[in-house]
């Protein structure tokens, strides 16, 4: 079947930037989040988004949305390579760098 209906929608709006919502339809989708204010006026979110996935099982996302990004976990989501060992010295060096004060420009 190709239709879906909503079977869940819940919604609060505290008007100062405090929200919560909650979505579900008939079809295994659902989506529910929490939002507060920013440190830098912006929304900050979490939640989770599941829908199923043509062999049935369901797939869900968590992340959190905020000054730093959107940041989604799902052990569905590829990862790339480990990094090389002599990359974490280059950046360990940096990082020394930047607190002594050196810049490159």
Do not use: C, W
């Not at 390579?81 to 002599?86: C, F, N």
């Amino acid at each position: 079947e190709n239709t879906a209906t909503v079977v869940v929608d819940e919604r609060t709006d505290n008007g100062d930037g405090n929200f919560n919502y909650n979505f579900q339809t008939s079809n295994g989708i659902e989506d529910t989040k929490t939002g507060t204010p920013g440190s830098q006026g912006q929304s900050n979110m979490q939640g989770t988004f599941r829908f199923l996935l043509p062999d049935g099982t369901t797939a869900e996302v968590r992340y959190v949305a905020d000054e730093f990004g959107y940041r989604p976990e799902s052990p569905l989501l590829p990862v790339g390579p480990e990094l090389p060992p002599h990359v974490h010295e280059l950046l360990r060096i940096a990082e020394e760098q930047r607190a002594q004060g050196i810049t490159f420009e």
